[in-house]
């Protein structure tokens, strides 16, 4: 086949072809999470709280004093609780950590490091709802305690890697509520906080005045 031949060969299959752009990225597709332990804790008779119904809402009554739970082992179970979708475990998981914060003190810091995997797990949902409320938590957990921005700081790189691939997002309520909890983050996590949200985060722009 001569140089001319293959040429208008090779024109031919050209004009006839489909042009297949690059693959979509699933980045930003919900991931399935596996069953949680707090889902079966939950059928437990020994489940220290039920849901009560009020005229503003679910609220969660509590079989025990909040301050007298062993929170070394139910902090991590609640927090486990935050994959879940489902009515009524999104109530107990949320409310249930929001209580223990409120009243955990100096009981929260030293569970921190079983955190870190709940807060993960939940994040890699990718699933929009969950992220949300993920992050209100976070927020809420940063200043339950003295000491516990800071006691976050080797773990970004475990909670931040899902925020980043969010950030722009076209949903204002996602994209405002993790600007909220960087800004959160780096005021509460010391001196080094900054440098290690950037390294997670390359967008971020400092919300404390003295930076740049």
């Not at 139910?74 to 949320?94: I, K, M, Q, S």
């Not at 030293?110 to 938590?137: D, F, G, H, S």
């Not at 003295?146 to 997002?169: D, Q, T």
Request: glycine share 6%.
């Amino acid at each position: 086949m001569n140089m001319e031949t293959l040429g208008f060969t090779v024109k031919s299959r050209m004009k006839n072809a489909v042009v297949v752009g690059p693959p979509k990225s699933d980045v930003f597709c919900v991931r399935p999470s596996k069953p949680t332990k707090f889902r079966d804790f939950y059928y437990r008779p020994n489940f220290p709280t039920r849901l009560q119904h009020g005229v503003k809402g679910f609220s969660l009554k509590w079989n025990v004093e909040v301050d007298k739970l062993d929170y070394e082992y139910y902090l991590p179970l609640f927090f486990d609780g935050l994959c879940e979708t489902e009515h009524p475990f999104t109530v107990f998981a949320r409310e249930g950590i929001y209580d223990m914060l409120d009243c955990g003190g100096a009981k929260i810091l030293p569970v921190i490091p079983k955190l870190i995997m709940p807060l993960r797990n939940a994040l890699n949902t990718r699933n929009c709802q969950i992220i949300c409320t993920t992050l209100r938590v976070l927020q809420r957990l940063v200043v339950s305690a003295e000491g516990v921005g800071e006691a976050l700081l080797p773990y970004y790189r475990h909670i931040l890697l899902i925020p980043n691939i969010f950030k722009s997002v076209e949903k204002h309520d996602l994209r405002k509520l993790i600007q909220e909890t960087l800004q959160l983050l780096e005021v509460s996590g010391g001196k080094n906080a900054f440098i290690n949200i950037k390294y997670m985060v390359p967008t971020y722009k400092s919300c404390l005045t003295h930076r740049y």
